[in-house]
């Protein structure tokens, strides 16, 4: 079916499932994966290491949690970059659940100038008394040192609770080097401090009155558990700014006092989801210029939909339960779709759009251009599916479903022209997908004819098993010429383009299959694309963009990226797509000769090195290095480096991708100047 489990598995080491949280790159390199051993190893200590650092009552508090030290990955999904951030959004979900619970509206999110990261919120603060069963802790003890011991205090607690992260605060104690709990509560400041592993160093102490109210978790994540411990901001703002989207006038402060001048944003939303929708077709150019946005409540959930369409080919539906990204859909999306079709099918036959005697629009068709926040909340969210981002609830259908057949038809009724344009665009989506599946039709014969041969300018590999088969491509002949003398033609397959490939961002699937290079790509990937993609296929489990580090490079990469987000979606979420890392500098200190990745490195390299007789290279492209160079630093499995993609939150990933290869060169511009320090991540 999808090639989930063994790509998966063949990197340095894989998180347990794509996180839902945010767009990122993971790093795997040989390197890193030495230090998750390492790390491993420092997890268990001697026993009798352990009994000389800790009295007995803390020795039971370590075996409270540390079923999250020994398996980090049951709980945040990897020891990555991916599940660092986690960390944050562990406590941030708990103070958006004070927000949905009517108690909080403002949340701050500060990254201190040593690393860690502090979350406060004005919530009505984590309880103080002494625990009804354990009347020597504190409640505020028990939930920062007991699994999975959340909401379950204070009776009526929360009316509806952030159902998949809420592995509860106490999982980011666990994997913490130290942590700081601050509460205001019922006039007093109340304060507790916890030592590496969530051990508290005494009981949580009153330290005098307070007018404030509100939660302040101050944490900083154990670097003997993560691969790396610093945040990156762009990931915790991506994250934050949807938060702020899905919470309408919830307000989130973000700080970054690490950088000179501090970094400040401030998130909050009059307009929640329509202004999601408004910053999703953002860079797009939208069909019309209202919103369509309704909600429905019942006794214990609600659900709200926004939606709009642009002029674009693609389908942007983006649904939440419980602020959580449900990124394989579920009963909500399903009953939204169902009710769409009907309710524009119904629409357009009754105006007389469609003839009584013509087929009806198909659901795809009529998603075409299409973006849609649709958000539920509700009491018991049941998560299914291969990444639990999946909701399973059935009456969550019949609502949405009602919802969009009642307020969708009568939006339609007030506002025809609208409703025109909605249907002439369904129509015109529907005769592209006759002439798609024409142009389709054609390479799959052409492919058939051709059998297994595969394009003239792929320089296949010899292993026919895809688990251990890479996929190079290659930008420019002359970095191909040198990638294939360096290669292991055994493993390692090289494909070099030419030139800038199509910009699937803006073509329909008839243009796409008709060029040259994508056409190249993929029978050389195998898995077909779109609606017929198969990762079962997949002919390679590493896909590997090698281009220049320069701008033009970056730009290739980027045209690739879309082209796989948009048609390949799936090889991204199941972690076969790679950037190789070409050094930018080589330093010869006499006959030693060392690569270095980056300035940064570089830098490091000569404050490391203080003597004045180091050689210092700079490759401006993938052709200046010789061939032996090139395998040596970019393409020996042994020791290159690789930067794995990971789309873990489709609605940001969209919104990234659209504002750097849609249409408006002013979003492309202040995306790219944003992220100008970060190009490294540019394209992920
Ligand atoms: C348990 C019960 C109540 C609130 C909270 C936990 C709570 C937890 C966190 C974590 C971060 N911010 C938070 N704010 C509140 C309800 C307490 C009550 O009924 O007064």
Not at 202 to 229: A, W
Not at 418 to 435: C, D, H, M, P, T
Not at 574 to 596: H, M, N, S, V, W
Request: glycine share 8%; with cysteine; charged share 30%.
């Amino acid at each position: 079916m999808s090639p989930a489990k063994s790509p998966a598995k063949s990197p340095a080491k894989s998180a347990a499932r794509p996180a839902k949280a945010s767009t990122q790159s993971a790093k795997t390199t040989k390197a890193a994966s030495k230090t998750a051993a390492k790390a491993a190893a420092k997890r268990a200590p001697s026993p009798a290491a352990t009994k000389s650092k800790y009295t007995a009552k803390d020795i039971t508090v370590l075996k409270g949690l540390q079923p999250v030290r020994e398996r980090p990955g049951m709980y945040i999904g990897s020891t990555g970059p991916s599940g660092l951030h986690h960390l944050v959004y562990e406590v941030v979900d708990n103070s958006v659940d004070e927000a949905m619970a009517g108690e909080a509206d403002r949340i701050d999110v500060t990254i201190l100038a040593d690393g860690s990261c502090r979350v406060s919120d004005n919530g009505r603060g984590i309880p103080v008394d002494p625990h009804p069963e354990n009347k020597r802790k504190s409640a505020a003890e028990i939930i920062m040192t007991t699994l999975h011991a959340g909401g379950k205090f204070g009776g009526e607690g929360y009316k509806i609770s952030g159902g998949l992260h809420g592995v509860g605060v106490s999982v980011v104690n666990a994997l913490s080097s130290h942590l700081e709990l601050e509460i205001n509560r019922d006039g007093a400041r109340w304060v507790q401090f916890y030592a590496k592993g969530g051990v508290p160093q005494g009981p949580l102490k009153r330290t005098g009155p307070s007018k404030k109210r509100g939660t302040t978790v101050t944490f900083r994540p154990d670097p003997t558990i993560f691969e790396e411990t610093e945040f990156r901001s762009q990931t915790l703002l991506e994250r934050l700014q949807e938060m702020a989207f899905l919470n309408k006038n919830l307000e989130i402060r973000f700080r970054d006092e690490r950088t000179t001048p501090v970094h400040e944003q401030v998130f909050k939303f009059a307009g929640g989801i329509v202004d999601f929708v408004r910053h999703l077709n953002a860079a797009k150019e939208p069909l019309f210029k209202r919103v369509i946005d309704f909600t429905e409540t019942t006794k214990d959930s609600e659900v709200e939909i926004a939606m709009q369409w642009n002029t674009g080919y693609y389908e942007g539906i983006h649904s939440f339960a419980n602020n959580i990204a449900t990124t394989e859909g579920g009963m909500h999306e399903e009953g939204f779709k169902k009710s769409l079709t009907n309710v524009l099918n119904r629409y357009a036959k009754g105006k007389g759009l469609v003839k009584d005697k013509d087929e009806n629009l198909q659901g795809e068709d009529i998603r075409e251009g299409l973006t849609a926040i649709v958000t539920v909340k509700l009491r018991n969210p049941q998560f299914e599916g291969q990444t639990k981002a999946k909701l399973g609830n059935t009456e969550m259908r019949s609502l949405v479903e009602k919802a969009t057949n009642d307020k969708l038809a009568e939006w339609l009724e007030m506002h025809p022209s609208e409703g025109k344009a909605i249907i002439a665009k369904s129509l015109q989506a529907s005769r592209a997908r006759v002439a798609a599946r024409q142009a389709r039709d054609l390479t799959r014969r052409k492919s058939l004819l051709e059998s297994s041969a595969m394009p003239g300018k792929l320089a296949d590999c010899t292993s026919k098993d895809p688990s251990e088969s890479e996929l190079f491509i290659v930008e420019g002949d002359s970095a191909g010429g040198s990638a294939k003398r360096a290669r292991d033609p055994r493993t390692q397959a090289i494909l070099p383009i030419r030139g800038k490939i199509l910009n699937v961002e803006r073509a329909r699937l008839d243009r796409m299959l008709k060029n040259e290079e994508i056409q190249t790509l993929i029978q050389a990937i195998g898995t077909g694309i779109g609606e017929d993609f198969d990762g079962s296929k997949v002919r390679y489990h590493k896909i590997i963009l090698m281009a220049d580090a320069d701008v033009d490079g970056a730009h290739i990469r980027t045209l690739l990226l879309t082209f796989f987000h948009r048609q390949l979606a799936d090889l991204a979420r199941y972690g076969c797509i790679y950037i190789a890392q070409p050094p930018l500098f080589r330093a010869d200190i006499g006959k030693e000769r060392t690569y270095l990745k980056d300035e940064a490195a570089l830098r490091k390299f000569e404050s490391e090195h203080k003597t004045s007789k180091i050689e210092v290279n700079r490759f401006k492209g993938l052709g200046e290095m010789d061939w032996q160079e090139l395998g040596e630093t970019t393409m020996n499995k042994a020791t290159r480096s690789l930067l794995r993609i990971s789309v873990e939150d489709a609605a940001i990933a969209d919104g990234v991708f659209s504002r750097l290869m849609g249409d408006d060169v002013e979003q492309r511009k202040a995306f790219i100047q944003e992220n100008a320090k970060d190009v490294r991540f540019i394209d992920a």
